[in-house]
C-alpha cells in the first residue's frame, strides 16, 4: 500500500496503520469510534461488514442494584452476620467464613452487548482487487481503495463522528459508477424493521438479564422482558440514512442504488438506556419506541444533510484537537504508513513498536470514552459482538477498569476520564445503600464488578470464590482517579463539587470498615488480594484474611488524599477529618517477607500461585506512589524482588502493569523485555480463553488488540500508559525525565505529556540523554515551582500560570521565557 493512500483525508505528519487484506475475523477488524457509537470495519469488495456497538446497550434495568441488595438482605446477609463472618477468620475457621459470606453475594452484574451489522455489498466481478485497508490513528479514519476494473476504482473512507453522533461511511467511484446495497441486522431480537427509499429503521429489544457465559447454570441466559418492567423499556433504534446520486430501488429488507458515482451512508442509534445514562436516573416520561427511532432517523439524516466533506472535517477536527496536544516518538519516526504485519507484528524495530502502540492506545480511549457519549470504556472498550461476551464485556474494578484509564491524564487525554468520573457518581448512590443495609456502615462501597447500572454489591450468586467475589476495595481505588484528574489539572471547581464529596463518601465507609485489631491497628476484615491465595498454616489454599497489603495501601492513599483536598478547600475541620488523622497512624505500614520480597496478606503466608498474574500489594508503587526507590528504598527493593520472583509475561494487562512497575523502579532492561513480550504476535487460537493462571501467554492480534485471549482492551491502555511511565515520572512532586529509558531506545521525543502539579513537558534526547526541555504552567492562576530532574540533576523553576520555560541538555534555563494561551480545565 503506497503513503499516499494511507493519508486519505490525514497530512504527511500523521501515523497510519496498513493491512493489504479485508478482515476474515473480528480480531482482523479495524475499530472507530466516537465514544457512544463504535464499528468493527471488516472491509472487503462484494460483501462488507460494519459490526455496530451502542455503548448504552447493556442487559439489565435500572431497577437491577437495588432488586439485587433486597435479594441478598432477604438471604440472611447483614450487619449482625458480618460479625459472625469476622469472628470466624479471626479464628481461621475458613469454611464457615466463607459459608457465611456466600449469603452476600448478589447474582451477577449486566453484560455488554452487541448491536447490530451493517453489510454493505458493491456490484463488483471477479476482475476486482482489494488494494487495502488503513487506520489513521491522527484522525480516526478507515480508508479503503477498490480497484473494480475497466478504469474504474472505489475510494470507501469511515469514521464514527462524534459532532454528528453517527457513524459515517462515504463511497466514491472515479471512472465510472456502481451498484451498492445495504442491510441491517442485529443478534438481539428485532421488532421494527422499515426500509423505504430514505433508508433502513430497525428496533430491538435488549434483554433485561444477561448472565455472564461462567454462570453455567443460568437456565436462561439472556432473558427478555417484551414490554415496559417497571417504567422502563429495554429498548433501542437504529436508523440508517443514505446520500447518494444513483437510482433507489427497496426490495424487502434490502437497500439498493443503481449507477451511483458517490454515497454518503450514516448511522444513529437511541435508546432507552441511553435516556437513563444521559438523566442519571429513568425518565420521568419515558420515550416511546416510536420517538427512539424518530430520534436515530432525524440524527441520521442530520448527518447525512451535512454532506461527506462537512462531516469529514468536523470530525477530524474534533478528534485532532484531542489527540493533536500530545505526541511520543520512540526513534525518529513518528509519521507515514505503517505495515502492520511487516512493521508491528514482527517486531524488527521495538521503538517504532512502542510509538504505534502508544498512539493506538491514546486513539482507542479516545474512541470508547468522551464526555456526553455514554458510560465507559468497558473491558472491551466499546467493541462487542458476543451476546456473552468474556467476563460479561463489564468493569471488572480489582484492576482492569482502573487500568482503561491509567494514561487518561498524562497522555493528555483528560476529558476521556469525564465517563469514569458519571460511572463513580452512580457508584456513589447505588453503593451508599449497601453500605448502609449490607454492612451497617456510612459511606459508599462498590465490590469486584459493576455494569452501566452501577451495580454495588458483591457478585457470584452464591458460590463465587471469596478470592476474586469478596473485595470491598473497588470504590476506593475509583476514588483514585478522582484525585488523579485534579491532580494533572489542578481544576479547583473539579475538586470541589465533585472530587472532595465522592472521596470524603468513600472515606467515611472506610474509616467505618476498619476495626480495632492486635496492637492497636486498624484492620480491614474480611480481606482478600484480589483472585490469588495464600497457604494457611493448616496447609489449606486460603484467600479469606484481614488486612491485605492492597486494602491497606489503597486506604491509606485515600485518607491523605483527602486531607490534602480538605486543606486546599479549606475544609480541615470537617470531622471526617479528624477521624482520618486519628486512623492514619494506625493503619500498618507495607511488611517484607523473610525472603526479602513485598509482602502481600497480613502474615508471611506461602503463596499458593508464586507467579500469579496480579500484583496487588504493588499497588504502593503503581499507580499511588506510595514506595519509591528514592524516598523508601528498602521497600522498593523488595517490590523488585517481588516482580523478580512473579516471573515475565503472562496476558495483556499483566504485562502492562509488570511494565509500568518496572519504569517506577527505575528497571528499563526488564521492563523493554516485557514490552517485547507483550507485542509479539498471538499464535494461538484467539476465539477459546485461555486458562486464567497465565500458564499460557497472550499477545497481539492482527488488529493489534491485545489478548489472553480472551480479548481485552485494558492491555492496549495499560501499554499507553507504561510506555509513557517509561519516559516521565511526575509523582512525589518530582517530574522527573527519562527514569527508566531502555538503552535501546537511545532518542525520541515528546510533546504535551502532561504531569501531576498542572504542569506539561516536551523533551527530547539522542545518546539516552535530555537535549532540550519545555515546561509549561497549565495552572490557571498564580505562580508554581516545579521540580525537575534528570538522573542526578535537580532544578527548581517558579512559572506563571501560562508561561512556557526552556532548558538546555544540562536544564539551564534559556532565555526568554513565553506565554501560551490557557483553556479552563475540563
Known amino acids: 500500500m503506497d503513503a499516499d493512500h494511507g493519508r486519505v483525508g490525514g497530512t504527511a505528519g500523521d501515523l497510519v496503520l496498513a493491512w493489504p487484506q479485508p478482515a476474515s475475523t473480528w480480531f482482523e477488524a479495524i475499530p ?72 452476600f453475594e448478589g447474582r451477577y452484574s449486566q453484560e455488554y452487548l452487541p448491536f447490530l451489522d451493517l453489510w454493505m455489498s458493491l456490484a463488483a466481478g471477479p476482475e476486482a482487487t482489494y488494494r487495502g485497508r488503513t487506520l489513521n490513528l491522527d484522525t480516526g479514519v478507515v480508508g479503503e481503495t477498490i480497484d473494480l476494473g475497466a478504469g474504474r476504482t472505489v475510494e470507501r473512507r469511515t469514521w464514527a463522528s462524534r459532532p454528528a453522533q453517527a457513524l459515517c461511511v462515504s463511497v466514491t467511484v472515479d471512472g465510472g459508477t456502481v451498484d451498492m446495497s445495504l442491510e441491517l441486522s442485529s443478534l438481539l431480537r428485532v421488532v421494527h424493521r422499515t426500509t423505504d427509499h430514505a433508508g433502513i429503521v430497525v428496533g430491538v429489544e435488549v434483554p433485561i438479564d444477561g448472565a455472564p457465559r461462567h454462570e453455567e447454570g443460568v437456565a436462561e441466559p439472556l432473558r427478555y422482558a417484551g414490554q415496559r418492567t417497571d417504567g422502563y423499556d429495554p429498548f433501542a433504534a437504529a436508523a440508517v440514512r443514505i446520500d447518494t446520486d444513483g437510482t433507489v430501488v427497496v426490495a424487502g429488507d434490502t437497500w439498493s442504488v443503481r449507477g451511483m458515482t458517490r454515497a454518503l451512508v450514516t448511522l444513529a442509534s437511541a435508546t432507552s438506556a441511553g435516556d437513563f445514562w444521559a438523566r442519571r436516573g429513568p425518565a ?200 488523579e484528574h485534579f491532580d494533572f489539572t489542578q481544576d479547583m471547581d473539579f475538586l470541589r463539587d465533585r472530587g472532595w464529596p465522592l472521596m470524603r463518601g468513600c472515606a467515611e465507609f472506610c474509616l467505618d470498615w476498619l476495626v480495632d485489631g492486635a496492637a492497636g491497628w486498624l484492620d480491614t476484615i474480611p480481606s482478600t488480594s484480589p483472585e490469588n491465595a495464600f497457604i494457611s498454616r493448616h496447609g489449606t489454599p486460603e484467600s479469606l484474611s484481614y488486612s491485605t497489603a492492597m486494602d491497606i495501601a489503597l486506604i491509606r492513599a485515600l485518607f491523605t488524599r483527602c486531607l490534602d483536598a480538605a486543606e486546599r478547600l479549606g475544609a480541615h475541620d470537617d470531622p471526617i477529618c479528624r477521624e482520618i488523622r486519628d486512623a492514619l497512624p494506625r493503619l500498618r505500614p507495607p511488611a517484607v517477607t523473610g525472603d526479602g520480597r ?30 519509591d526507590p528514592e524516598q523508601t528504598p528498602d521497600l522498593a527493593a523488595a517490590a523488585a524482588r517481588l516482580l523478580d520472583s512473579r516471573g515475565p509475561g503472562a496476558m495483556g494487562w499483566s504485562w502492562a502493569w509488570k511494565i509500568a512497575l518496572r519504569a517506577r523502579l527505575g528497571d528499563a532492561r526488564t521492563a ?86 498542572g504542569w506539561s513537558v516536551d523533551l527530547a534526547w539522542q545518546q539516552g540523554r535530555l537535549t532540550s526541555l519545555t515546561v509549561r504552567g497549565s495552572h490557571l492562576t498564580g505562580t508554581r515551582t516545579a521540580v525537575i530532574r534528570d538522573g542526578r540533576r535537580t532544578v527548581e523553576v517558579a512559572v506563571d500560570a501560562g508561561e512556557e520555560v526552556h532548558f538546555g541538555p544540562d536544564l539551564t534555563e534559556l532565555a526568554p521565557r513565553s506565554r501560551i494561551p490557557l483553556a479552563p480545565s475540563t
Open 284 to 483: 420521568t416520561s419515558p420515550g416511546s419506541r416510536k420517538q427512539h427511532q424518530d430520534d436515530a432517523a432525524h440524527r441520521a439524516a442530520a448527518a447525512r444533510s451535512a454532506g461527506a466533506d462537512e462531516l469529514l472535517h468536523a470530525h477530524e477536527t474534533d478528534l485532532r484537537n484531542l489527540l493533536g496536544a500530545t505526541r511520543l516518538a520512540i526513534g525518529d519516526r513518528r509519521a507515514g504508513t505503517v505495515d502492520v504485519a511487516r512493521d508491528v507484528l514482527a517486531g524488527i524495530d521495538d521503538r517504532l513498536v512502542a510509538t504505534v502502540m502508544f498512539q493506538l492506545g491514546r486513539y482507542l480511549l479516545a474512541s470508547a470514552s468522551r464526555p456526553g457519549g455514554g458510560p465507559p470504556a468497558n473491558l472491551q472498550g466499546l467493541w462487542n459482538a458476543d451476546l456473552r461476551p468474556a467476563w460479561s464485556s463489564n468493569y471488572t474494578l480489582n484492576i482492569n477498569t482502573e487500568m482503561n484509564y491509567w494514561g487518561a491524564e498524562p497522555a493528555g487525554l483528560s476529558e476521556c476520564h469525564e465517563p469514569l468520573f458519571e460511572l463513580i457518581d452512580r457508584l456513589a448512590v447505588t453503593g451508599r445503600q449497601v453500605s448502609r443495609d449490607l454492612y451497617g456502615t456510612r459511606g459508599w462501597v462498590a465490590h469486584h464488578n459493576t455494569d452501566m447500572w452501577a451495580w454495588a454489591l458483591p457478585v457470584g450468586m452464591g458460590h463465587g470464590n471469596p478470592s476474586w467475589a469478596i473485595w470491598m476495595m473497588g470504590g476506593v481505588w475509583l476514588t483514585q482517579h478522582v484525585w
Open 598 to 627: 513485598l509482602q502481600e496478606w497480613v502474615d508471611d503466608h506461602p503463596e499458593q500461585d508464586p507467579a500469579h498474574r496480579h500484583m496487588s500489594q504493588m499497588v504502593a508503587v503503581y499507580p499511588l506512589g506510595q514506595i
Open 32 to 103: 472507530v469510534g466516537n465514544g457512544r457509537l463504535g464499528a468493527m470495519v471488516f472491509g472487503g469488495v462484494h460483501r462488507s461488514r460494519f459490526q455496530v456497538n451502542d455503548s448504552t446497550v447493556w442487559s439489565g434495568t435500572p431497577d437491577g442494584p437495588a432488586a439485587g441488595l433486597a435479594e441478598v438482605l432477604a438471604s440472611g446477609a447483614g450487619p449482625q452476620r458480618l460479625a459472625e463472618v469476622r469472628r470466624a477468620i479471626r479464628e481461621e475457621d475458613y469454611r464457615r467464613a466463607e459459608a457465611l459470606l456466600m449469603s
Open 672 to 757: 523493554r523485555g516485557l514490552f517485547l513480550e507483550a507485542t509479539r504476535p498471538f499464535g494461538g487460537d484467539s476465539t477459546t480463553d485461555a486458562p486464567v493462571d497465565g500458564s499460557r501467554w497472550g499477545g497481539l492480534l492482527p488488529n493489534l488488540f491485545s489478548t489472553h485471549p480472551p480479548f481485552q482492551i485494558d492491555g492496549n491502555y495499560g501499554l499507553m500508559a507504561a510506555i509513557l511511565e517509561l519516559v516521565v515520572h511526575s509523582h512525589g512532586g518530582v517530574i522527573r525525565l527519562l527514569p527508566a529509558i531502555p538503552a535501546q531506545w537511545p532518542e525520541g521525543s515528546a510533546r504535551g505529556v502532561r504531569c501531576r502539579g
